[in-house]
């Protein structure tokens, strides 16, 4: 008995030929990957409220803040503008469901 082990040769030539020949499926499937991930994100962004959307009350300074809660619409955010101590304060209020 002998101690060689018989090997089938591999072809490395021909399993390198099968990637360079498919490598413009593979960049075509990745462009297409990178677009649908950027739509995507392109739509969880649009449909973030923008600070735009929010009409601020700006309050004369020294008054303090009396809400009527029936004129607070509900699940709606109102901002108010007010200016404390030479700063400009920013403040949300929401009313929820329970008032």
């Known amino acids: 008995m002998s101690n060689h082990h018989i090997r089938a040769k591999r072809l490395k030539t021909a399993q390198r ?8 499926v593979w960049a075509i499937c990745g ?3 990178l677009l649908a991930a950027f ?3 392109w739509q969880y962004v649009a449909n973030l409220p923008q600070k735009s959307d929010i009409p601020v ?11 009527d809660p029936s004129k607070l619409v509900s699940q ?5 503008e007010a200016r404390a101590s030479g700063q400009k304060v920013k ?7 329970g008032c």
């Open 17 to 24: 030929a099968d990637w360079y020949a498919l490598w413009p």
């Open 31 to 33: 462009v297409l990957s």
């Open 39 to 41: 739509a995507l994100v």
């Open 57 to 67: 009350v700006a309050m004369e300074g020294g008054r303090d803040l009396h809400m």
């Open 76 to 80: 709606q955010l109102h901002m108010f």
């Open 91 to 97: 403040f949300i209020v929401e009313r929820t469901q």
